[in-house]
Protein backbone atom coordinates (compact mmCIF):
# COMPACT_ATOMS: atom_id res chain seq x y z
CA UNK A 1 0.00 0.00 0.00
CA UNK A 2 1.38 3.27 -0.90
CA UNK A 3 0.54 6.94 0.94
CA UNK A 4 -1.62 7.48 -2.17
CA UNK A 5 -3.61 4.74 -1.68
CA UNK A 6 -6.84 4.64 0.67
CA UNK A 7 -6.46 2.88 3.38
CA UNK A 8 -9.41 0.28 5.00
CA UNK A 9 -11.13 3.06 7.79
CA UNK A 10 -13.30 0.76 10.32
CA UNK A 11 -15.70 3.27 12.39
CA UNK A 12 -16.25 2.58 16.26
CA UNK A 13 -18.66 4.78 18.62
CA UNK A 14 -16.48 5.53 21.94
CA UNK A 15 -17.94 5.33 25.33
CA UNK A 16 -21.21 4.57 24.54
CA UNK A 17 -23.30 3.85 27.79
CA UNK A 18 -23.73 0.19 29.22
CA UNK A 19 -27.79 0.40 28.34
CA UNK A 20 -27.55 1.98 24.95
CA UNK A 21 -29.25 0.28 21.81
CA UNK A 22 -27.23 -0.94 19.57
CA UNK A 23 -29.13 0.85 16.66
CA UNK A 24 -29.19 3.96 18.80
CA UNK A 25 -27.29 7.29 18.14
CA UNK A 26 -24.51 7.28 21.24
CA UNK A 27 -20.68 7.80 21.55
CA UNK A 28 -18.36 9.48 20.28
CA UNK A 29 -17.22 8.66 16.86
CA UNK A 30 -13.59 7.49 15.56
CA UNK A 31 -11.80 6.13 12.44
CA UNK A 32 -9.51 3.43 12.85
CA UNK A 33 -6.35 2.70 10.61
CA UNK A 34 -5.71 -0.36 11.74
CA UNK A 35 -2.70 -0.53 9.57
CA UNK A 36 -1.49 2.84 8.76
CA UNK A 37 2.37 1.51 8.42
CA UNK A 38 3.05 3.11 4.70
CA UNK A 39 1.21 6.02 5.30
CA UNK A 40 2.86 9.71 5.41
CA UNK A 41 1.54 12.20 7.45
CA UNK A 42 -0.12 13.92 4.33
CA UNK A 43 -1.60 11.03 3.83
CA UNK A 44 -2.92 10.31 7.62
CA UNK A 45 -4.14 13.93 7.85
CA UNK A 46 -6.04 13.36 4.12
CA UNK A 47 -8.08 10.34 5.64
CA UNK A 48 -9.08 12.12 8.76
CA UNK A 49 -10.75 14.73 7.02
CA UNK A 50 -12.07 12.81 4.81
CA UNK A 51 -13.65 11.05 7.81
CA UNK A 52 -14.81 13.75 9.25
CA UNK A 53 -14.86 12.88 13.17
CA UNK A 54 -13.23 14.68 15.74
CA UNK A 55 -10.48 12.08 15.82
CA UNK A 56 -9.04 9.44 13.55
CA UNK A 57 -6.65 6.74 14.79
CA UNK A 58 -3.61 5.24 13.22
CA UNK A 59 -1.79 2.06 13.86
CA UNK A 60 1.57 2.93 12.23
CA UNK A 61 3.62 -0.05 13.95
CA UNK A 62 2.96 -3.48 15.57
CA UNK A 63 5.13 -5.60 17.88
CA UNK A 64 5.48 -9.38 16.88
CA UNK A 65 2.54 -10.55 19.03
CA UNK A 66 0.62 -7.38 18.44
CA UNK A 67 0.15 -6.26 21.66
CA UNK A 68 2.37 -3.33 21.81
CA UNK A 69 1.49 -0.54 18.98
CA UNK A 70 2.35 2.80 17.79
CA UNK A 71 -0.43 5.31 17.06
CA UNK A 72 -0.81 8.23 16.20
CA UNK A 73 -4.12 10.68 16.32
CA UNK A 74 -5.36 13.38 13.93
CA UNK A 75 -8.64 15.76 13.52
CA UNK A 76 -9.76 16.74 10.50
CA UNK A 77 -7.57 20.01 10.68
CA UNK A 78 -4.86 18.94 12.82
CA UNK A 79 -2.64 16.30 14.05
CA UNK A 80 -3.40 15.72 18.44
CA UNK A 81 -1.45 14.47 20.77
CA UNK A 82 -3.12 12.30 22.49
CA UNK A 83 -7.01 11.12 21.95
CA UNK A 84 -8.79 9.37 24.20
CA UNK A 85 -12.01 8.10 22.47
CA UNK A 86 -9.99 7.05 19.25
CA UNK A 87 -7.55 5.23 22.16
CA UNK A 88 -10.64 3.17 23.15
CA UNK A 89 -12.14 2.45 19.74
CA UNK A 90 -8.06 1.38 18.07
CA UNK A 91 -7.96 -0.98 22.14
CA UNK A 92 -12.04 -2.51 21.20
CA UNK A 93 -10.89 -3.27 17.29
CA UNK A 94 -7.75 -4.82 18.63
CA UNK A 95 -9.52 -7.14 20.89
CA UNK A 96 -11.82 -7.95 18.62
CA UNK A 97 -9.85 -8.82 16.37
CA UNK A 98 -6.57 -10.64 18.30
CA UNK A 99 -8.11 -10.85 21.70
CA UNK A 100 -8.79 -9.48 24.73
CA UNK A 101 -6.29 -8.78 27.77
CA UNK A 102 -3.28 -5.96 27.76
CA UNK A 103 -1.73 -3.67 24.89
CA UNK A 104 0.57 -1.08 25.19
CA UNK A 105 -0.26 2.17 22.99
CA UNK A 106 3.19 3.94 22.00
CA UNK A 107 1.90 7.83 21.55
CA UNK A 108 3.32 10.97 20.92
CA UNK A 109 2.55 11.56 24.57
CA UNK A 110 4.33 8.38 26.34
CA UNK A 111 3.41 4.97 26.33
CA UNK A 112 -0.66 4.26 27.41
CA UNK A 113 -1.39 1.07 28.95
CA UNK A 114 -4.99 -0.22 28.03
CA UNK A 115 -6.42 -3.23 29.26
CA UNK A 116 -9.43 -4.79 27.15
CA UNK A 117 -12.12 -7.46 28.15
CA UNK A 118 -15.68 -9.12 27.55
CA UNK A 119 -18.23 -7.12 28.96
CA UNK A 120 -21.64 -9.30 30.53
CA UNK A 121 -23.37 -7.60 27.68
CA UNK A 122 -21.08 -8.53 24.90
CA UNK A 123 -19.58 -6.01 24.18
CA UNK A 124 -16.05 -5.13 24.85
CA UNK A 125 -14.64 -2.57 27.45
CA UNK A 126 -11.31 -0.79 27.14
CA UNK A 127 -9.16 0.80 30.22
CA UNK A 128 -6.55 3.12 29.26
CA UNK A 129 -4.05 4.59 31.75
CA UNK A 130 -3.07 8.58 31.01
CA UNK A 131 0.23 9.83 31.53
CA UNK A 132 0.77 11.56 35.13
CA UNK A 133 -1.61 14.22 35.38
CA UNK A 134 -1.41 17.82 36.14
CA UNK A 135 -3.44 20.77 36.51
CA UNK A 136 -2.91 24.84 37.78
CA UNK A 137 -5.33 27.72 38.13
CA UNK A 138 -6.37 29.67 34.91
CA UNK A 139 -4.87 32.67 34.57
CA UNK A 140 -6.85 35.63 34.50
CA UNK A 141 -6.30 36.87 30.60
CA UNK A 142 -6.99 33.16 30.49
CA UNK A 143 -10.51 32.73 31.61
CA UNK A 144 -11.51 36.11 30.65
CA UNK A 145 -10.88 35.28 27.20
CA UNK A 146 -12.66 32.11 27.33
CA UNK A 147 -15.51 33.82 28.95
CA UNK A 148 -15.90 36.32 26.08
CA UNK A 149 -15.79 33.55 23.62
CA UNK A 150 -18.27 31.49 25.59
CA UNK A 151 -20.67 34.13 26.19
CA UNK A 152 -20.44 32.98 30.09
CA UNK A 153 -19.55 36.05 32.71
CA UNK A 154 -18.00 34.80 35.96
CA UNK A 155 -21.31 34.18 37.84
CA UNK A 156 -22.17 31.60 35.78
CA UNK A 157 -19.19 29.65 37.51
CA UNK A 158 -19.43 27.33 40.61
CA UNK A 159 -17.09 28.29 42.85
CA UNK A 160 -16.27 25.32 44.61
CA UNK A 161 -14.58 24.43 41.39
CA UNK A 162 -12.48 27.03 40.19
CA UNK A 163 -11.01 27.07 36.77
CA UNK A 164 -8.27 25.16 36.33
CA UNK A 165 -6.00 24.20 32.97
CA UNK A 166 -5.74 20.54 33.43
CA UNK A 167 -3.39 17.90 31.23
CA UNK A 168 -3.70 14.29 30.99
CA UNK A 169 -1.96 14.03 27.75
CA UNK A 170 -3.43 17.83 26.44
CA UNK A 171 -3.74 20.58 28.23
CA UNK A 172 -8.08 21.39 28.41
CA UNK A 173 -9.63 24.72 30.28
CA UNK A 174 -12.13 23.32 33.20
CA UNK A 175 -15.01 24.96 33.72
CA UNK A 176 -17.58 24.09 36.08
CA UNK A 177 -20.98 25.85 35.58
CA UNK A 178 -23.06 26.71 38.45
CA UNK A 179 -26.45 25.00 36.96
CA UNK A 180 -27.21 22.70 34.97
CA UNK A 181 -28.98 25.17 32.68
CA UNK A 182 -26.00 26.88 32.05
CA UNK A 183 -24.20 23.87 30.71
CA UNK A 184 -27.11 22.88 28.61
CA UNK A 185 -27.23 26.44 27.03
CA UNK A 186 -23.69 26.16 24.72
CA UNK A 187 -23.94 28.52 21.95
CA UNK A 188 -20.24 30.11 21.78
CA UNK A 189 -18.13 32.40 19.21
CA UNK A 190 -16.36 29.02 16.87
CA UNK A 191 -13.76 31.15 15.74
CA UNK A 192 -13.54 33.55 18.77
CA UNK A 193 -12.84 30.76 20.54
CA UNK A 194 -10.80 28.40 18.55
CA UNK A 195 -8.08 31.62 18.36
CA UNK A 196 -7.69 31.31 22.23
CA UNK A 197 -7.57 28.04 22.24
CA UNK A 198 -4.92 28.17 20.16
CA UNK A 199 -3.60 30.68 21.53
CA UNK A 200 -3.50 28.90 25.29
CA UNK A 201 -2.28 25.51 24.18
CA UNK A 202 -6.17 24.13 24.90
CA UNK A 203 -7.53 20.82 22.82
CA UNK A 204 -10.97 21.18 24.64
CA UNK A 205 -12.33 23.24 27.15
CA UNK A 206 -13.98 20.43 29.29
CA UNK A 207 -17.37 22.57 30.92
CA UNK A 208 -18.69 20.33 33.87
CA UNK A 209 -21.75 20.23 35.95
CA UNK A 210 -21.82 18.38 39.48
CA UNK A 211 -24.70 16.87 39.90
CA UNK A 212 -23.17 14.58 42.89
CA UNK A 213 -20.03 14.26 44.39
CA UNK A 214 -19.32 10.99 41.72
CA UNK A 215 -21.39 12.20 38.84
CA UNK A 216 -20.25 14.99 36.88
CA UNK A 217 -22.15 16.14 33.60
CA UNK A 218 -19.82 17.36 30.33
CA UNK A 219 -19.60 19.31 27.52
CA UNK A 220 -16.02 20.33 25.35
CA UNK A 221 -16.19 21.80 22.72
CA UNK A 222 -13.40 21.21 19.76
CA UNK A 223 -13.33 23.96 17.83
CA UNK A 224 -9.62 23.84 17.04
CA UNK A 225 -10.08 20.20 15.73
CA UNK A 226 -13.47 22.12 13.52
CA UNK A 227 -15.69 20.29 15.75
CA UNK A 228 -17.94 22.54 17.49
CA UNK A 229 -18.26 19.69 20.15
CA UNK A 230 -16.85 16.30 21.18
CA UNK A 231 -19.30 14.10 22.26
CA UNK A 232 -17.19 11.96 24.69
CA UNK A 233 -13.33 12.79 25.53
CA UNK A 234 -11.34 10.44 26.80
CA UNK A 235 -8.10 12.89 27.43
CA UNK A 236 -10.31 15.24 28.89
CA UNK A 237 -11.64 13.04 31.37
CA UNK A 238 -8.31 12.01 32.67
CA UNK A 239 -7.03 15.68 32.85
CA UNK A 240 -10.50 16.03 34.73
CA UNK A 241 -9.55 13.31 37.24
CA UNK A 242 -6.32 15.00 37.65
CA UNK A 243 -7.84 18.39 38.35
CA UNK A 244 -10.40 17.04 41.37
CA UNK A 245 -7.06 14.96 42.95
CA UNK A 246 -4.86 18.48 42.47
CA UNK A 247 -7.79 20.67 44.39
CA UNK A 248 -7.41 17.85 47.11
CA UNK A 249 -11.42 16.76 46.40
CA UNK A 250 -10.05 13.14 45.91
CA UNK A 251 -9.59 11.51 49.54
CA UNK A 252 -9.63 7.89 48.08
CA UNK A 253 -9.87 5.94 45.36
CA UNK A 254 -12.81 6.70 43.91
CA UNK A 255 -14.85 6.04 40.31
CA UNK A 256 -16.36 9.19 38.92
CA UNK A 257 -18.95 8.88 36.36
CA UNK A 258 -18.92 11.53 33.58
CA UNK A 259 -22.09 11.87 31.47
CA UNK A 260 -21.51 13.41 27.95
CA UNK A 261 -22.81 13.90 24.95
CA UNK A 262 -26.08 14.24 26.46
CA UNK A 263 -27.18 17.94 24.81
CA UNK A 264 -26.17 16.90 21.40
CA UNK A 265 -28.72 13.50 21.41
CA UNK A 266 -25.02 11.57 21.91
CA UNK A 267 -25.19 10.41 25.26
CA UNK A 268 -21.82 8.73 26.12
CA UNK A 269 -20.61 7.11 29.60
CA UNK A 270 -16.64 7.05 31.15
CA UNK A 271 -15.84 6.02 33.95
CA UNK A 272 -12.49 7.84 35.78
CA UNK A 273 -10.76 6.19 38.19
CA UNK A 274 -8.80 8.40 40.58
CA UNK A 275 -6.35 7.56 43.38
CA UNK A 276 -4.64 10.19 45.25
CA UNK A 277 -1.88 8.56 45.66
CA UNK A 278 -1.26 8.13 41.96
CA UNK A 279 -1.31 11.22 39.05
CA UNK A 280 -2.16 8.38 36.17
CA UNK A 281 -6.14 8.24 35.83
CA UNK A 282 -7.90 5.45 34.11
CA UNK A 283 -10.34 6.20 32.28
CA UNK A 284 -13.01 3.09 30.98
CA UNK A 285 -15.64 2.92 28.33
CA UNK A 286 -16.87 0.92 25.70
CA UNK A 287 -16.67 0.50 22.09
CA UNK A 288 -19.05 -1.06 19.32
CA UNK A 289 -18.21 -0.93 15.54
CA UNK A 290 -20.41 0.84 14.04
CA UNK A 291 -19.96 0.23 10.15
CA UNK A 292 -17.58 -1.32 8.32
CA UNK A 293 -14.15 -1.27 6.61
CA UNK A 294 -14.53 1.75 3.93
Request: hydrophobic residues 45%; glycine residues 10%.
Amino acid sequence: MSSTTRPDVLRYAAFTPAAADASAAAGNPAGVVLDASSLDEAAMQAVAAEVGYSETAFVTDRDDDGRRVRVRYFSPLAEVPFCGHATVATAVALAERSGTGAYLFDTPVGPIPVSTDSAPDGTVRAALTSVPTRSRPAGPEELRAALAALGWAAGDLDPDLPPHVAFGGNDHLVLAAAGRGRLADLSYDFDGLADTMRRHGWTTLQLVWRESRDVFHVRDPFPVGGVVEDPATGAAAAAFGGYLRALGLVERPVTLTLRQGEDMGRPSELLVDVDPADPRVRVTGRAREIGGAA
